[in-house]
């Protein structure tokens, strides 16, 4: 199955991915994933990407395209299936994306769009916490680690995202809805459209999408 997840940042897109991917063995492909992992190994993608990140603006649609293109055509396990969390940002990303399964005759099935209310949103994005070494999500009161400031899952140690502060917050909020809320409409128009309430914990919010997926 192929999913892509939608909604705004802090709606629980990377933690249902996460879930999900392992009750439906998928892919889990996030571009903000990959951007930081090119930002840390100081390449020259991640250089570039790098004041758009922090600022909380988009990176070039050509950029992140040619990085999910890449993905798509050259792992195996892209072909079974995959959540894509972070992609598309933009109408241009969302017919492009299209374009490039339709090449690879693998289109997209669903769109899961995460609604959350812009308190729960603030609280979420402003107490995460994500490992360094894994990249696995914490939150410090929702979903805090055992032991304070290390993964659970690997003993890294965890940080504070450089973008998760309150102005490049506002930022990206609003980035949102000007460049990535009309996607919404896009997918609405091919009838792959399905919308969950993501102001639910988690646990919650894993299965009713389980179940709209199976409905
Ligand atoms: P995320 O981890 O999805 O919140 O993404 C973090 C940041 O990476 C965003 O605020 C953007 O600066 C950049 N980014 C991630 N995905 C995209 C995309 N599809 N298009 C443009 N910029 C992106």
């Not at 249902?16 to 892919?27: C, F, I, Q, V």
């Not at 950029?63 to 992609?87: H, Q, Y």
């Not at 360094?132 to 290390?150: F, R, T, V």
């Amino acid at each position: 199955m192929k999913i892509v997840l939608l909604g705004p940042p802090g709606a629980g897109k990377g933690t249902l991915a996460t879930a999900l991917k392992e009750s439906l063995g998928l892919l889990h492909i996030s571009t903000g994933d990959i951007l930081r992992v090119e930002m840390k190994n100081n390449t020259p993608l991640g250089q570039e990407a790098k004041r758009y990140v922090e600022s909380g603006g988009l990176v070039p649609d050509e950029l992140v395209t040619r990085l999910i293109k890449n993905k798509l055509e050259s792992d195996p396990k892209a072909k079974k299936g995959f959540l894509m969390d972070g992609f598309p940002r933009t109408l241009k990303q969302a017919q492009d994306l299209d374009k490039i399964l339709e090449e690879l005759k693998t289109p997209v099935d669903w769109t899961l769009c995460l609604e959350a209310s812009m308190s729960v949103v603030l609280q979420r994005l402003t107490g995460r916490r994500v490992c360094k070494n894994c990249g696995a999500l914490y939150h410090i009161k929702n979903m805090p680690s055992q032991k304070e400031g290390i993964c659970d899952k690997c003993g890294g140690n965890l940080y504070q995202r450089t973008d998760d502060n309150e102005a490049t917050i506002t930022n990206r909020m609003k980035v949102y809805v000007e460049s990535t809320e009309p996607i919404i409409e896009y997918y609405k128009s091919q009838g792959k459209l399905k919308i969950l309430n993501a102001d639910q914990e988690a646990q919650a919010v894993k299965e009713i999408a389980l179940k709209s997926l199976n409905g």
